[in-house]
């Protein structure tokens, strides 16, 4: 059976899954501070597979493309791609490739309308109706990137990762990782809930990125770790 491995350039890692049909065989996700990364990911890819790229780092995709160099057949996420869904971004070159990537992994998975919320470096929540359109977005900060603007200040410590925490906290710490989250579910939770008071039809909401899992606990939402992905997956073949 033909293998299809499909690269992820995120702003602050990578992850790389590797496809046999429609079956995920194998993953792997990496910071690009980690020692041997660029080793790590040469390793990973077969040469005698197909190659899927999306990328939103423009220095880690010069890097990949180096690795890569003399290798033909490589689909990158673009714009310019055919797509399965109507891009109505006022200029159509500006929607970033990750979120091309999730629309076209929604729209070849579920029916219906779609909130795609994805939980990266910054967190995008787009729209998709049910005719197949991109309906517009909005992205703000994440989770870590909210920490790091804390952390600027003199008087607050940067907090690097999630810990058993109190809520209200009764440390610092505490306060500014359940001060950070709340924010980030309430306001999630309101934007979504206003997006539905204008659609008004049964919407289904899907939640994938590095805090998906974490997010999603306790919420009626649908879980796609994989997203970005199976649309990478999705338009290569479209597009072969």
Request: aromatic share 8%.
């Amino acid at each position: 059976m033909n293998e299809l491995i499909t690269v992820n350039l995120g702003n602050s890692s990578i992850s790389l899954v590797r496809f046999r049909g429609d079956e995920i065989v194998s993953r792997v996700k990496m910071g690009y501070k980690e020692r041997g990364v660029w080793k790590k990911v040469s390793s990973f890819i077969n040469p005698e597979a197909g190659l899927g790229v999306c990328s939103v780092n423009k220095k880690s995709e010069k890097r990949l493309r180096e690795l890569l160099r003399g290798r033909r057949g490589i689909f990158y996420i673009s714009y310019k791609n055919r797509l399965n869904f109507a891009n109505k971004y006022k200029d159509p070159k500006l929607l970033g490739n990750d979120r091309i990537a999730n629309l076209a992994g929604v729209s070849g998975l579920i029916k219906g309308p779609c909130i795609i919320v994805d939980f990266g470096t910054a967190i995008t929540v787009d729209v998709l109706t049910k005719c197949r359109e991109f309906a517009g977005g909005l992205i703000f900060p994440g989770e870590f990137l909210m920490y790091e603007s804390l952390g600027e200040t003199s008087l607050l410590p940067v907090i690097t990762g999630r810990g058993k925490e109190r809520f209200p906290g009764l440390i610092t710490e505490e306060c500014i990782s359940s001060g950070v989250k709340a924010l980030l579910e309430s306001g999630i939770s309101g934007i979504i809930r206003k997006i539905k008071e204008r659609i008004r039809k049964r919407v289904t909401v899907i939640y994938t990125g590095g805090g998906a899992e974490y997010f999603a606990e306790g919420k009626c939402v649908t879980l796609l770790p994989d997203l970005t992905h199976l649309g990478i997956k999705t338009l290569y073949y479209k597009n072969k």
